[in-house]
T-cell receptor, first 115, second 113 residues
């Protein structure tokens, strides 16, 4: 079946502009995660959604970052007033649920470049 | 605080040689452990995971890893590597009760002919 998809695959934006990144999870997966991967570094957790529960936003680096998810479908990550340090690959993952450590399936990522 | 350390940022090896990629973690609670691989221009793919039971776990592509609780390590090994194993490898930890994965900084494995 289809995996996690993300769009766009690449995004170049000017400093100060807002950007919106999209993630389509695997159908039936109730949990959705956003991570950020800066050049030469590991992945940093940003935010987690589980069904209709309140999201875990503990990883968001500033109030310029926000994310939404409606039910168990698409999620969008929005970065307002982008800065050069926001340049990174933004990865989305989904999994069956919580409790047991269900495997997280990752999308191909969106490479964001802020000029 | 939970953290993951991959001791080698780059590991060059010759084809058909054995390789070990090191991973150490710190946590005050029980953990689940994972190794992910990221091939050039591709997304992350799960290689193997330790949840419970036998401390030696086998994954895809001939990789295996051993969980050592006393040393808080989860090193990845392969007895004979191939050119196709060239990739970035990430160790990740998930604390019991938590949802997020905490990743190491990655190890770039380069296979030379």
């Amino acid at each position: 079946g289809a995996g996690v998809s993300q769009s766009p695959s690449n995004k170049v934006t000017e400093k100060g502009k807002d950007v919106e990144l999209r993630c389509d999870p695997i159908s039936g997966h109730t949990a959705l995660y956003w991570y950020r991967q800066r050049l030469g570094q590991g992945l940093e957790f940003l935010i987690y959604f589980q069904g209709n529960s309140a999201p875990d936003k503990s990883g968001l680096p500033s109030d310029r970052f926000s994310a939404e998810r409606t039910g168990e479908s698409v999620s969008t990550l929005t970065i307002q007033r982008t800065q050069q340090e926001d340049s990174a690959v933004y990865l989305c993952a989904s999994s069956h649920g919580t409790g047991n450590p269900y495997e997280q399936y990752f999308g191909p990522g969106t490479r964001l470049t802020v000029t | 605080a939970q953290s993951v350390t991959q001791l080698d940022s780059q590991v060059p090896v010759f084809e058909e040689a054995p390789v070990e990629l090191r991973c150490n973690y710190s946590s005050s609670v029980s953990v689940y452990l994972f190794w992910y691989v990221q091939y050039p221009n591709q997304g992350l793919q799960l290689l193997l995971k330790y949840l419970s039971g036998s401390t030696l776990v086998k994954g895809i592509n001939g990789f295996e890893a051993e969980f050592n609780k006393s040393q808080t390590s989860f090193h990845l090994r392969k007895p004979s590597v191939h050119i196709s194993d060239t990739a970035e490898y990430f160790c990740a930890v998930k604390e019991e009760g938590a949802q997020k994965l905490v990743f190491g900084q990655g190890t770039r494995l380069t296979i030379n002919p």
